[in-house]
């Protein structure tokens, strides 16, 4: 099996043809964050924080709850499909949302979205994986990088808003997802029916329960402490999604009109780095060690314990642009490793069921940390309370080293 892999371009191919719908699941979901303003106008609903706050959280709680069940799904049925399907549901309510009128309809939408989006994610990860074994992090890393590329752009939806109206941007990129999508189904090819006696020969013969993925998850003491490790790191990562740009602001006494660009490029900027140089070294480490991919890993997330301290106490652009470009190189290697540490603790028919569930207690820290650095922000103690994740990174960390043992490079389903 990896004689065919390594020999054949194909396995780049859909990195790239997946990266394209990560750019778009990501630029998606981001652009209403940014069209408020332009919308308001039409709909008097989005003038309340509030409101535009139960719009977003919607997202995110289906999103959550979908994920382990998008992961299920992606474990029993073709991922091809799944792939092709969410992204033209998602692209298609993208297109619907520039006929709404009433808050109402924006939020079921919003609702619609969260389940089609939250089906990509497991299962693009799991087919990556599938077509990768020596080249797994940096595939991985790659495709991350269309994720990153997609919240940044989704930023300029209201600057295309205002060159036209807030109506016809949703319909274009409604348009794009879904030609995109047809694309898709032509060239996208599920690796299993090319390589399926390779694949197969391992695998019981008796027809598994649906959840027995998620039985044979929740019996696997390294599986709960990759679960942990996943989510403590989540928990800055969303602080600096949805906090960062207020921080620079305070810190620097700058406009959050300057502080909003900074803080965000420079984050993506490093963490393109991160993801490249993490999936390269985890690839060549891998070879000559069976940690390679966990150290990679722990390198990262080490590197977020300083760039948490400076951001966090940081008064001078030299220690906050210090601080922000450790994060991002270090949450960069991170991500990039996550896929594949789990290839080395799950058997290749459960990936996508336990990326759903990590990616499920992913969210949730964030959606709980975003509201415990609201109440520190009101109280005048964000940048410390940012500082004090270091902390709770530096332990998971620990733990991280201490129990994560893998016996093997890449864990097949006659490996349990």
Known sequence: MEKVKSNNIYPWIVVGLLWVVALLNYMDRQMLSTMRVPMMGDIQELESAANFGRLMAVFLWIYGLMSPISGIIADKLSKKWLIVGSLAVWSGVTYLMGYTTEFSQLYILRGIMGVSEALYLPAALALIAEYHSRTRSLAVGIHMTGLYAGQALGGFGATIAAMYTWHTTFHWFGIIGVVYSLFLALF?????????PQLTINKPKEKKML??????????????????????PSLPGWATKNWLPTLF????????????????????????????????????????????????????VFLLIPSLILIGFGHTILTVMIGAILFGVGFGMFDANNMPILCQFVPSRYRATAYGIMNMAGVFAGATITGILGKSMDSGNLGRDFALMAGIVFIVLLIQLAFLRPKVVDMTDGDE
């Open 188 to 196: 996208l090819k599920d690796l299993k029916k090319e390589l399926a």
């Open 249 to 300: 602001s305070n810190n620097l006494s700058i406009d959050m009109s300057s502080a909003g660009p900074m803080s965000t490029i420079t984050i993506a900027a490093a963490s393109f780095v991160g993801v490249i140089f993490g999936g390269f070294l985890s690839d060549r480490w891998i070879l000559k060690n069976i940690r390679g991919r966990i150290y990679t890993s722990a390198i990262g």
């Open 211 to 232: 959840f027995s993925g998620v039985a044979m998850l929740l019996t696997n003491v390294s599986f709960w402490v990759i679960l942990l490790y996943f989510c403590i």
